[in-house]
């Protein structure tokens, strides 16, 4: 992106002139006018960057825009660190400017001419611009292709699509809010991405009978982009019908005033199909009255930000992806809709379909298109070859290509979110992206750049990444996966599979970067001027010849050292493989033998340590340009086991380095060279030694140390005073003093020993304050070798007064004082910290506490008390591995917003407490690995409480891993069997109080009407209190049911089955003329019954059967109804038959 590239460069040229004047003496003129000519370009690119995709000369002239910007950006930053670093006072440096004098004068030389060549560049292209007729183009008001796919995609309402799927519980829940006259929400909302569906959505509630006997009048509008209020108004007025003369004479107010009016008195749905942005919604919104109104706005829009614009109260319903089931359903309807040629090539064809329709990760876009290219291919070849390119097939389509499609999405983006979302190209299929990595990325590059209002510095520029992240995910660019308990905030990301390729043909067409396979790998050396390349395998950096390169991401998908291994130029020579096979074959055996060390030892010295270092040296000395160094390996990862080369040095214009996941490396002095880093993460495995440079990188903002390192002597960090993320330190290797000088920190992680030298106890207040940062809001501390001394851990509390997450997992034997922890704590987790009195009475005090985990021996006493009003907000609570703990009390209203519980391995503890039945707003309740005994106690105990009536997600793990897993959708769930006399269900008392059972209705109903089916038996399992009789009952009385059975009947089972009693009751339920009195053998009324069911069209409803012994008792009367059609056998089971 261009625009990304020129503001990158003026920034940095800007701080170098602003801050280092010095270092730039000799060509500071020359830079100020560079400074200035980036500036024009930065605000004549906007325009041009959104038009290049029409016209190839703009595309041309803003490629040429984007290296010429790149190339000045390297050269003006380069002369600074290499020679105007020099200019420093002191005496040092005096003396290296002295031995230098002549190869800084070549420098500035250099230097000048470089720039002046960067000017006759900038002559070049205005007299391009000008030559080229590309000056016009700003004026041309045609239509852009953008502007035409989405008018070729406009929607008719009365065109309805029969090949919908998977949207039925999606038009039931926004029809009941739409036609409900007490709902708050006016406007009603379908957002997703493009493809999802949401105008086929619209169309389904749009045709609704319901709907329409709801309202009035009803009126379709398509809006679009390029939003015309004056045409919107005119269209829904036509749409309505309302008798109005409008000419060029009549003014929009007149047009406004008239609609509202209508809107006011009638009650009209309107379906505003396809908004895009606030500006469209505000120009249209004054015609739209907001109270006093029974009319109904339904808008479908792939921006979330458009709802809560357009009412706040509004409702929003997210239109998810297909599951699996339903995108293959969908596929066959469209795919397989002429007549099969052959069940043999219908087989091959249905396992093809099954792996193409995967790639279309559940987008019905993707699926209809993939359908409509298969329904024309009569053989399996045909299919085959469509299976090898399925995504090309996919851009093309029939009519509308599915990239196509989300491309309006990308063309709609403003300038400052295109190259952060072109930048999501660099991760692989599938990946989880982390946040706070990616808007480290997007910063280092200088994607992201910090606001500056009327001279002083305005969001600090990872915020305004956060923002940026935020509308992407608004657009439904971006997929949320995790969020952060305490903040909420988004913790990772996705692209789907099908917005990554548009990422990757887009980043590809803009030459913003190339991700290499093995399918281009080999390509990669023939191109001269790439900037950012990504790739699966760290041993193609030898393959890469671009000089310019300014970023390198690594992502290793190696399972073992040893694929690495074999990847590698030294071993792929005979003998060298031979003796790694070897490695590889014995690795992991008991008894490896002398010979095994041997060839280890010897390949390790002779063979992959030169391949690593000849590595990272080419690496080293070819880029020396790069800005973004990151290799992302696994625990496995065999990359390492040497000492990093000293010439990383060189890179001095490095902003990102992360070697996470290397192994064995001991690290240069050399890296103290790397002034421009922002982030460092050393979070290496065995490291042997850390030098003592860190202090001289002051731009750092992030630095993660490894776990376990070793020093000559203390790090020193007082330098770091914009640091905001601080990982893995530790005061035995570390300054605890320089803490107080990072006033910007915001994340700060203890690992190991934590003490503080010369601790006054007699009087605490004298004491300096460790941290002095307004904004740290994350404290963890972890040591599992150690403890911390509580009146320590007291003082380092009291200092963070702003934090809302605190992590201890090291033994501090009591828990840190009330006054000392902040109120704006919202997440707790303590382990191991070996606390032997109660918590609870400190932390339930605590008024913003969201979420508390207490996990291995965090507390070693007996009993927990929670009293009344205690944990005003607390929302999840997690016990684990509390051995000691043997009673907790809770106290009625405690905990009143407590949603998700968790006990595990508490396998001291006797009873839950009875007050969990006060808590009405618990929905997920899990308990694993506890003792029998306490699941029978607890059974036991709930036959007179009935207690978590509410609980909508109950999971049970026995202590012998037994598993009883509910998940319903239903209101009412009881936890707890209770079986007795009083629990007999009579099946003409139904129950009006029902929720959740429509979907499990019909898919039981269609089962036990099918006459083709081969279920003799159907079933509805599950615990005690969850709704299987309700379900039968359900069942029993559907029309359908009863319309196509001969004789229905319902027999109580129950856990002391009486197969006389049962068929008995069954004859009486038929009303079957045959006396039974005390005398009546057992086999005639079996024979009796087997021969009635077996002419008959029967649907036996046996409630309640407990065990295997009361089926085999029973069914000598039914034995033979599993292999006939007529007659249903249907059963309700506790437990598992």
């Not at 790639?359 to 291919?377: F, M, N, Q, S, Y």
Request: proline content about 3%.
């Amino acid at each position: 992106m261009a625009w990304s590239a020129v503001s990158s460069a003026a920034n940095t040229i800007g701080n170098l002139l602003a801050q280092e004047a010095t270092y730039l003496w000799g060509v500071e003129e020359q830079v100020d006018r560079l400074q200035t000519e980036l500036k024009w370009m930065q605000s004549s690119l906007i325009e041009a960057d959104a038009k290049q995709s029409n016209d190839r000369r703009i595309r041309l002239w803003v490629a040429e825009i984007r290296e010429l910007a790149y190339d000045a950006e390297d050269v003006i930053e380069d002369f600074a660190l290499r020679i105007g670093s020099r200019r420093r006072g002191g005496l040092s440096n005096c003396i290296k400017r002295s031995a230098c004098i002549l190869k800084e004068g070549r420098m500035l030389h250099k230097t000048r001419s470089e720039i002046g060549k960067i000017f006759t560049r900038i002559t070049e292209l205005v007299r391009r611009l000008q030559a080229y007729g590309i000056k016009e183009l700003r004026d041309e008001e045609g239509p852009s292709a953008s502007a035409e796919r989405r008018e070729s995609r406009r929607p008719y309402p009365h065109i309805i699509d029969d090949n919908v799927v998977g949207l039925e519980t999606d038009v039931k829940e926004l029809i009941s809010v739409i036609v409900d006259n007490e709902s708050a929400s006016r406007v009603v909302s379908i957002c997703g991405m493009g493809g999802l569906g949401k105008t086929t959505l619209a169309k389904k509630i749009y045709h609704d009978g319901q709907v329409k006997d709801h309202f009035d009048h009803l009126v379709w509008v398509f809006v679009s982009e390029q939003c015309q209020k004056r045409k919107v108004w005119l269209d829904i007025l036509s749409g309505l019908n309302i008798s109005f003369q409008v000419d060029w004479k009549t003014r929009e107010e007149e047009i406004s005033e008239k609609l509202f009016k209508f809107l006011k008195e009638k009650k009209c749905l309107m379906v505003l199909d396809d908004i895009w942005s606030n500006e469209a919604w505000d120009s249209i919104k004054p015609a739209f009255p907001e109270k006093e109104t029974r009319s109904k706005i339904l808008i479908t829009s792939r921006n979330r930000e458009v709802v809560s614009h357009a009412d706040s109260r509004g409702y929003l319903h997210d239109l998810q992806c297909l599951n699996k089931e339903q995108s293959w359903e969908l596929f066959q309807k469209i795919a397989f809709a002429q007549p099969s040629i052959g069940s043999k090539d219908e087989g091959k064809m249905k396992d093809l379909g099954e792996k193409m329709v995967e790639r279309c990760a559940g987008l019905p876009l993707a699926i209809v298109v993939l359908g409509g290219i298969l329904v024309t291919k009569d053989s399996v070849n045909e299919w085959e070859k469509v299976a090898e390119n399925v995504i090309p097939y996919l851009k093309r389509g029939k009519g509308h290509g599915v990239e196509e499609v989300l491309a309006l999405s990308y063309d709609d983006l403003p300038y400052y979110l295109r190259p952060c979302f072109l930048y999501l190209s660099n991760f692989p299929e599938d990946f989880e992206i982390q946040v706070y990595r990616l808007i480290q990325l997007w910063v280092a590059e200088g994607i992201v750049l910090s606001e500056e209002e009327d001279g002083n510095e305005g969001s600090i520029t990872e915020d305004l990444a956060d923002r940026y992240l935020l509308e992407l995910v608004e657009r439904c660019m971006v997929q949320v996966g995790e969020r952060d308990v305490a903040t909420l905030k988004i913790k990772t990301v996705q692209l789907h599979d099908l917005m990554r390729n548009l990422c990757l043909s887009k980043a590809k067409q803009e030459n913003f970067l190339c991700a290499v396979d093995q399918s281009n790998a080999c390509s990669i050396s023939t191109v001269q001027r790439i900037h950012r390349v990504s790739a699966t395998d760290v041993l193609w950096i030898q393959r890469i010849k671009s000089p310019n390169l300014r970023s390198l991401v690594f992502f290793s998908e190696y399972s073992s050292g040893y694929e690495f291994l074999k990847q590698m130029k030294v071993f792929r020579k005979p003998k060298p493989r031979k003796m790694l096979d070897y490695l590889d074959k014995h690795h992991g055996r008991a008894e490896t033998g002398c010979l095994f060390h041997s060839i280890l030892i010897f390949l390790f010295l002779f063979l992959m340590l030169p391949g690593l270092n000849e590595l990272f040296t080419y690496m080293f000395n070819n880029f020396k340009l790069l800005r973004v160094f990151t290799y992302e390996g696994k625990a496995s990862s065999t990359l390492g086991g040497c000492k990093l080369s000293s010439d990383i040095g060189n890179l001095v214009h490095l902003r990102f380095l992360s070697l996470r996941g290397v192994r064995y490396l001991c690290l240069p002095s050399s890296l103290g060279n790397l002034r421009c880093l922002q982030t460092l993460d050393l979070r290496i495995y065995e490291v042997i030694l850390v030098p003592n440079v860190i202090w001289r990188m002051e731009q750092l903002r992030h630095l993660y140390l490894p776990e376990k390192f070793k020093v000559k002597r203390k790090l020193k960090l007082g330098t770091l005073r914009i640091l905001r993320t601080l990982v893995n330190f530790n005061t035995k290797d570390c300054c605890l003093k320089d803490l107080s000088n990072m006033t910007n920190l915001r994340e700060l992680e203890i690992r190991g020993a934590f003490e503080i030298e010369d601790f006054n106890v007699d009087d605490l207040h004298k004491n300096a304050p460790i941290i002095q940062s307004k904004y740290l809001h994350s404290l963890s501390i972890f040591n599992d070798e150690g403890r911390i001394d509580p009146r320590h851990l007291n003082h380092l509390l009291s200092s963070c007064v702003c934090i809302c997450k605190l992590s201890l997992d090291v033994e501090v034997s009591e828990l840190p004082q009330y006054d000392h922890l902040s109120p704006n704590l919202a997440y707790i987790k303590l382990r191991m910290c070996k606390i032997g009195e109660d918590p609870m009475p400190t932390l339930e005090k605590l008024p913003s506490l969201r979420v508390l985990e207490l996990h291995y021996q965090a507390f070693t006493g007996k009993k927990m008390f929670c009293s009344a009003q205690g944990f005003p907000k607390l929302e999840s609570l997690s016990l684990k591995e509390l051995c000691y703990l043997w009673k907790w009390k809770v106290e009625e209203g405690a905990m009143r917003c407590l949603r998700q519980l968790q006990i595990e391995r508490c396998k001291g503890l006797k009873m839950l407490p009875d007050e969990l039945m006060f808590i009405k707003t618990l929905q997920q309740l899990k308990i694993e690995g506890m003792p029998k005994e306490f699941k029978e106690r607890v059974e036991k105990r709930a036959d007179d409480l009935g207690k978590v009536q509410h609980v909508l997600s109950v999971t049970f793990k026995s202590w012998k891993e037994c598993n009883y897993i509910v998940d319903w959708r239903c209101k009412t769930v009881l936890l707890f069997v209770r079986n007795s006399e009083s629990r007999w269900p009579y099946p003409h008392i139904i129950d009006d109080n029902i929720v959740g059972l429509d979907i499990d209705v019909k898919k039981l109903v269609s089962d036990i009407v099918d006459d083709e089916s081969a279920s003799g038996v159907v079933s509805i399992c599950g615990m005690g209190g969850l709704g299987k009789t309700t379900l039968a009952k359900k069942i029993y009385h559907h029309s359908q049911v009863q319309g196509h059975f001969d004789n229905l009947f319902w027999v109580f089972v129950s856990e002391q089955s009486q197969k006389r009693r049962v068929w008995q009751d069954i004859l009486f339920s038929l009303n079957i003329p045959f006396e039974v009195d005390w005398k009546t053998r057992e086999e005639e009324i079996s024979e009796k019954l087997f021969k009635l069911l077996k002419e008959k069209k029967c649907l036996m409803i046996l409630d309640a059967i407990w065990s295997k012994e009361a089926w085999d008792s029973i069914k000598p009367a039914s034995a033979q109804l599993i292999f006939m059609l007529c007659s249903f056998v249907f059963l309700t089971i506790l437990g598992y038959l």
